[in-house]
């Protein structure tokens, strides 16, 4: 079975610093990791993804993600916060058949000025 | 980008009575549609797996006579929230699978008096 750990329920950068919000994953077999956003009264939006490949992911809005497999970590970072990035994230599991996602309990991001 | 557009964002209606949600896919074909229901500053929780002209396969614990989904073609999925309760009002997103990626509607805010 897949599940996802988001550890931290609430994150609060100030405008400018760097974001990390950190996600672990558990997979018996070799799992693509997903980040999405969102943001209030609204679906979720792809961020970045990970299936195979650079373990090194680059996504929308200056966010990055890396696959450490010794970890099972997949922890999602941007260099410099910004205000409109204040949102939801969730990062989510599934295998390649992508019959099901598996989402983790999400954290908050805020950002002050 | 590909879109999927769920209807009606917000819904209130009298304990008892039936609620439709549809979501569709407006540009692609989508073999594949899950619906998931998000509780206030938790998680998505899947609820079914929707696939074409097939049975929905429900995940444990939901109950599939009281949240009838019914695929109809590759662009349309809807559900139906049968005699609703008040503790069957929250947050529905529907989410379409598009190759690897998984896109999703903008929700549905159910609330049952």
């Known amino acids: 079975a897949q599940s996802v750990t988001q550890l931290g329920s609430h994150v609060s950068v100030s405008e400018g610093a760097l974001v990390l919000l950190r996600c672990n994953y558990s997979?018996?077999?070799?799992?693509?990791l997903f980040w999405y956003v969102q943001y209030p009264n609204q679906g979720l939006q792809l961020l970045l993804k990970?299936?195979?490949?650079?373990?090194l992911v680059k996504g929308i809005n200056g966010f990055e993600a890396e696959f450490k497999k010794s970890e099972t970590s997949f922890h999602l970072t941007k260099p410099s916060a910004h205000m409109s990035d204040a949102a939801e994230y969730f990062c989510?599991?599934?295998?390649?058949?992508?019959?099901?996602?598996?989402f983790g309990s999400g954290t908050k991001l805020n950002v002050k000025p | 980008g590909a879109v999927v557009s769920q209807h009606p964002s917000r819904v209130i209606c009298k304990s008892g009575t039936s609620v439709k949600i549809e979501c569709r896919s407006l540009?692609?074909?989508?073999?594949?549609m899950f619906w998931y229901r998000q509780f206030p500053k938790q998680s998505l929780m899947l609820m079914a797996t929707?696939?074409?002209?097939?049975?929905?396969?429900?995940e444990q614990g939901v109950e599939k006579d009281k949240f009838l989904i019914n695929h109809a073609s590759l662009t349309l999925s809807t559900l139906t929230v049968t005699s609703a309760h008040p503790e069957d009002s929250s947050f529905y997103i529907c989410?379409?699978?598009?190759?690897?990626?998984?896109?999703f509607g903008s929700g549905t805010q159910l609330s049952v008096l």
């Open positions: 989410s379409a699978r598009w190759g690897e990626k998984l896109f």
């Open positions: 997979s018996s077999v070799p799992p693509y």
């Open positions: 990970y299936t195979t490949g650079a373990t």
């Open positions: 989510a599991v599934t295998l390649y058949n992508f019959n099901k996602f598996y």
């Open positions: 540009d692609f074909q989508a073999t594949t």
């Open positions: 929707s696939n074409e002209g097939s049975k929905a396969t429900y």
